[in-house]
């Protein structure tokens, strides 16, 4: 079996004491590489909580979080920044593209972070584009495109700096179903043709019905996991 | 390249708020060029007039005279130290002169007065005082059809005694030998106005200064014109290195040190200018800070999203400097634009002042401005620091931004 994330007894506490809030409780999941998870559940059940402490942007209270063996739990710093550039793409619910840069330029800027060279950077850049289907609209800014071409541009972005495992957390939030549906009909041929980890969070019937499996949470636990 | 464009972009999304910024910041580098184009220029004038009215740009002395002029401390290594300064590539003139104080008598009246003895012929190559002469004729060796030697006045000593060109002068002083000096000269011109600070001095061909002093062939000072003013401590050490060879109880000193006073009180000026100036930018890049701060709280979402995406702090702080620094160039080539004319109209006409200063027995009536190297980088330089500086806060609060924090902020 060839895990590339486990969560081991993963808790997330917010507050303290008769105020506390457990976002996530006691909650193990592991997912093999190349699969297409979508984490489901209604509000306040934890799952932003999970994808942010698997994308390593929160620490969990106790726990691990182990991305293809390496525990992120205890990273902090630099050296988790380098983690998440390296091997994790995020697509964020609001897009979340700048707005000063164009299409391409999104895209660029992640590896531009890496730091691969420029010529290297442009002919990823137009390969990504082609890919996500926005051949010929690289030179936009966000503004200048539609709320479905925006998501398919952090798609890009997300998948440019070659990452183990994208993340993505409501993608299609706000986006209507016919283009949240294109949305992840795209990001699904994306994962069965470059062998890509996708997880993903929704609580929109038509979308659960794209994913190959559903971890249910609720209050904080999984309450189901259901292989399709 | 596609940093400095993010850096680029950022600038222009608040257009109207970049724009006063960097209209502010634009005035503050004009008015720090400007006001250190004037000050170069009304103290250069005031040294100019100051090195070229007497003191030359570097004296020699023999041992410590020009603090405690005595007129037994001079110079007798004449024809050596001349081939020195002969030779020497970057001075453009020199001039020896002997000093005394004597009491001058005419007219049944007596006034104290210094005695000047100058080479009629190298003295106008380092000094105007040719050009200082305004009545008669400027001095020369020959001696008069009456036997006396030629001399000329200041305006005090003959507004005192009343006497002018034509009439005879009796000099009455001590001789470097312990001898009384005594003699009578024949005035042949008027120098100055009675407020310059020559109007008591009475200039002698040097022959007969030495003579009259009973000094020889010896002289109390040269004055020495160098090529470059701004490099006559360099030009006076290494002088002073090679007239140790002859003589080392012979000083070599800047005009700095000869008027120390004159040199503390331009730079005590010069500093509370420049502490002033320095202020004035301080205060405008206050206004600046609040700018950088104000962006970087309009963008805590998107810092959160870069730092998500694997942003390094240190890169956000880079991006933050750049924008800042980046205005900061686009102010000071708009300062450029606006310091231009005005630098040029104080350049070529400058103020004339209403009432004539006179300072140090320099009078001034005129200002213009000069350029240097001091004034076309240090209020750059002086933007740039300050602007790196006021990056630095806002640089270090993005990047403390988190993604989680970040995306709870909208």
Partial sequence: MDNIIVTREVCRYFGSKDTQVKALDHASIEIQRGEFTAI????????????????????PSSGQVLLDGTNIADMTGTTLSDFRR??????????NLIPVLSAEENIEYIMLLQGIPAAQRKGRVHEMLRLVDLDGLGDRRPSQLSGGQQQRVAVARAMASQPDIILADEPTANLDSKTGVAL????RTLNEEHNMTFVFSTHDEKIMERARRLIHLQDGRVDSDQLK | MLELRLAYRNILRQKRRSLLTGISMAGGFALCTFSFCLLEGGWGNAVDIFTLDHTGHI????????????IHKTIGERESIEQILTNHQEITAFAPRVYAPALAYANNQTRAVRVVGVDWKLEPTTSRLRQKVHA??????????????????GAGVANTLDI???????????????????????ITALVGTRTSWDKMNVYLPLPAAQSFLSMGNRVHEYALQVADSNANEVVARSLQTEINHINPAITVSTWQVVEESFYRTMQSDKQGNYFTMVLIVFLVFIGVLNTVLMSILERTRE??????????????????????????????????VIVTPALYWLLTTGF??????????????????????????????????FAALVSILPGIRAARITPQQAMASH
């Fill in chain 2, 164 to 186: 002018g060109i034509g009439d005879e002068l009796v000099l009455i002083s001590q001789g470097a030998d312990g001898s009384i000096a005594n003699d009578i000269v024949m």
């Fill in chain 2, 303 to 336: 810092f959160g999203v870069i730092r998500a995406i694997g942003s390094r702090p240190i890169a956000i702080i880079r991006l933050i400097f750049l924008e800042t620094i980046i205005l900061a160039t686009l102010s000071i080539a708009a300062g450029v």
């Fill in chain 1, 184 to 187: 992840l009909d795209l990001m």
């Fill in chain 2, 59 to 70: 004296q020699i002395h023999s041992n410590d005279y020009h603090r405690r002029p005595k």
């Fill in chain 1, 86 to 95: 390296d091997h994790i793409g995020f697509i964020f619910q609001a897009y």
């Fill in chain 2, 136 to 153: 008669g004729d400027y001095l020369d060796n020959a001696m008069t059809s009456d036997g006396y030697a030629k001399a000329m006045i």
């Fill in chain 1, 40 to 59: 489901i559940g209604p509000s306040g059940s934890g799952k932003t909580t999970l994808l942010q402490l698997i994308g390593g942007l929160d620490n």
């Fill in chain 2, 352 to 385: 004339t002042l209403p009432t004539p200063i006179e300072f140090g027995g320099v009078t001034f009536d005129h200002l213009t401005g000069r350029l240097s190297l001091f004034v076309l980088t240090v209020p750059a330089l002086l933007i740039y620091v």
